[in-house]
């Protein structure tokens, strides 16, 4: 029997994650208008798994993961409450974490993006996470790119997509470099 060490990594929701100009907030059942929206919006979902259009669906989909482990999924919000966007945590490996379902408005700043991203690696770190993996589709050409200017290193490839890991130094590296989009102290605020 394998006895997990107390230092071992998970992913758990958050209440809250504090930065700068933005926050990311656990996503509730009343999210899920916006969600359905975003998600489906042609230019916006083009790049992403298809969702329902239904948004009772989006809702009771949102219920179950409020109770479940494993994954944290987030509004980004201005500090006013207004949403721009979307991003999630899943699928651990060991010590690394998958980000994604990453959907930022086309009426949100264009700061908004860079700054939701160092949050999820900030709240990673936290958390105890050494490398990030994810993967992108092939003709996602400016997030392939934003992915790359981190330092993420290519993996694999499908048909479809470009697999990616990031290495906890090209995070750290990440952060330092990025910097002037984060407060000094992140604000975690837990579930």
């Given at each position: 029997?394998?006895?997990?060490?107390?230092?071992?990594?998970?992913?758990?929701?958050?209440?809250?994650?504090?930065?700068r100009s933005i926050k990311?907030?656990?996503?509730?059942?009343?999210?899920?208008?916006?969600?359905?929206?975003?998600?489906?919006?042609?230019?916006?979902?083009?790049?992403?798994?298809?969702?329902?259009?239904?948004?009772?669906?989006?809702?009771?989909?949102?219920?179950?993961?409020?109770?479940?482990?494993?994954?944290?999924?987030?509004?980004?919000?201005?500090?006013?409450?207004?949403?721009?966007?979307?991003?999630?945590?899943?699928?651990?490996?060991?010590?690394?974490?998958?980000?994604?379902?990453?959907?930022i408005s086309a009426e949100?700043?264009?700061?908004?993006?860079?700054?939701?991203?160092?949050?999820?690696?900030?709240?990673?770190?936290?958390?105890?996470?050494?490398?990030?993996?994810?993967?992108?589709?092939?003709?996602?050409?400016?997030?392939?790119?934003?992915?790359?200017?981190?330092?993420?290193?290519?993996?694999d490839e499908t048909e479809?997509?470009?697999?990616?890991?990031?290495?906890?130094?090209?995070?750290?590296?990440?952060?330092?470099?990025?910097?002037?989009?984060?407060?000094?102290?992140?604000?975690?605020?837990?579930?």
């Amino acid at each position: 029997m394998m006895i997990k060490k107390v230092t071992d990594p998970a992913i758990h929701q958050a209440a809250s994650i504090v930065g700068r100009s933005i926050k990311l907030r656990n996503v509730k059942p009343d999210d899920a208008g916006f969600i359905v929206d975003l998600r489906t919006n042609e230019k916006k979902g083009r790049f992403i798994s298809s969702t329902s259009q239904d948004i009772n669906e989006q809702k009771q989909w949102i219920k179950r993961y409020l109770s479940s482990e494993g994954q944290a999924y987030f509004i980004i919000e201005d500090f006013n409450g207004h949403p721009y966007g979307t991003v999630r945590m899943y699928d651990q490996q060991e010590n690394s974490f998958c980000w994604g379902s990453w959907v930022i408005s086309a009426e949100a700043p264009a700061h908004f993006a860079i700054e939701s991203a160092l949050l999820i690696y900030q709240y990673a770190l936290s958390l105890g996470f050494e490398r990030a993996h994810f993967d992108v589709r092939k003709g996602n050409l400016s997030v392939i790119k934003f992915h790359e200017r981190f330092g993420a290193e290519r993996t694999d490839e499908t048909e479809l997509d470009i697999h990616y890991s990031l290495s906890k130094e090209n995070i750290l590296s990440a952060l330092e470099k990025f910097k002037k989009y984060l407060p000094d102290h992140i604000l975690i605020n837990q579930v």
